[in-house]
């Protein structure tokens, strides 16, 4: 038989029981902040030593308001002042010489010359008007538009003063040269960002606006600016055909001939829908002005095709509500 081996191991101790603890209940919380109390309602100061003052009555103004809109009112027009020049220039003593030099300098490549020249035409066009006779004037207006688009940013800034001076001084005397320097002017615009130019050259055309034929200077911004696909020449364009608008009066748009109206109200009807915003917050503007007249309708009707009417009602539409 075979001896059966058992193996004998004491029995391990159980696990100790764990101690028991009493459970003390812990008392609620309770908010100790006191609520704050009411404030007390400030003491009244002793008004035996204020003394009673009679209730002002506002002085009526002297002059009414003028109405709240761009331009003239019916039936007026605007009142507008000389543009100063931004540099004064003494008189030439001998300024037949000085104009025959110009000639000479403004042909120049060296850069110091040029400017020397074109301070000797604004000293001529401020102080001696009468040498600047028709064949003069056309080469002067020439030779100085070509120096806007001088590379050197000095020359070109001199040459655009040069230009404001000559239609401040010489106003309508300049308006078959009109043609060349706006659209020099215009052009310039679109040839650069920097934004000292681009003020020189608004500025120049301020004084075009102002002193020239509107006849001339609508023929300049339409065919020199509006039909430009720089935003920043079509915006030029666009301030400056509102401002013509509002030099001419808001009655007397339509009483400039059946020509100019058509072709106006042809460029502010692209313009209050064209893609740039800039763009189209002056087109608007004009279109709004232009609504107002009793002449509009039948205007409206006859030049502006069905087609582009839609867009154009609607922005009237939003003016009326």
């Known amino acids: 038989m075979q001896k059966l081996t058992v193996d004998y191991s004491p029995a391990s101790k159980p696990p100790a029981t764990p101690r028991r603890t009493s459970y003390v209940a812990r008392k609620a919380w ?36 003028p109405p709240n809109r761009k331009g003239p009112s019916h039936g007026t027009k605007p009142s507008l002042q000389k543009v100063v020049p ?49 064949i003069k004037l056309h080469e002067v207006c020439l030779g100085v538009s070509e120096q806007v688009n001088n590379l050197r940013s000095v020359v070109a800034c001199a040459a655009m003063d040069t230009l404001a001076d000559l239609h401040s001084f010489l106003g309508k ?41 509107p006849g001339r200077v609508m023929n300049v ?27 001419i009066g808001e009655d007397e748009i339509f009483a400039l001939g059946k020509i100019f109206s058509e072709r106006l109200l042809t460029a502010v009807s692209k313009l209050a829908v064209d893609a740039a915003p800039e763009v189209r917050f ?17 205007l409206f009707m006859n030049i502006i095709p069905l087609k582009d009417r839609h867009p154009l009602q609607k922005i009237l539409q939003k003016r009326r509500q």
């Open 30 to 65: 309770k908010p100790t902040l006191k609520p704050r109390a009411e404030p007390r309602p400030p003491r009244e100061a002793p008004r035996s030593h204020i003394k009673a003052e009679a209730p002002k009555v506002p002085v009526p103004p002297k002059k009414t308001a």
């Open 86 to 134: 931004q540099e004064y220039f003494e008189p030439l003593a001998h300024p037949e010489e000085g104009l025959s030099s110009f000639f000479k300098n403004i042909g120049s490549d060296d850069w110091g010359k040029k400017l020397l020249g074109l301070k000797t035409i604004r000293a001529i066009a401020q102080n001696h008007q009468e040498l600047l006779t028709k």
């Open 173 to 213: 005397i300049m308006d078959p040269e009109v043609n060349r320097t706006g659209g020099a002017l215009l052009m310039k615009l679109g040839q650069t960002t920097n934004a000292f130019i681009h003020q020189q050259a608004n500025f120049a055309l301020d004084v075009l606006v102002k002193e020239s034929s």
């Open 221 to 247: 911004l339409l065919n020199s600016g509006l039909n430009q696909r720089c935003t920043a020449v079509k915006a030029s364009a666009a301030l400056h055909l509102e401002q013509l608008l509002d030099i």
């Open 282 to 298: 002056y087109g608007q503007n004009m279109l709004r002005v232009l609504a107002e007249q009793e002449e509009f309708p039948v």
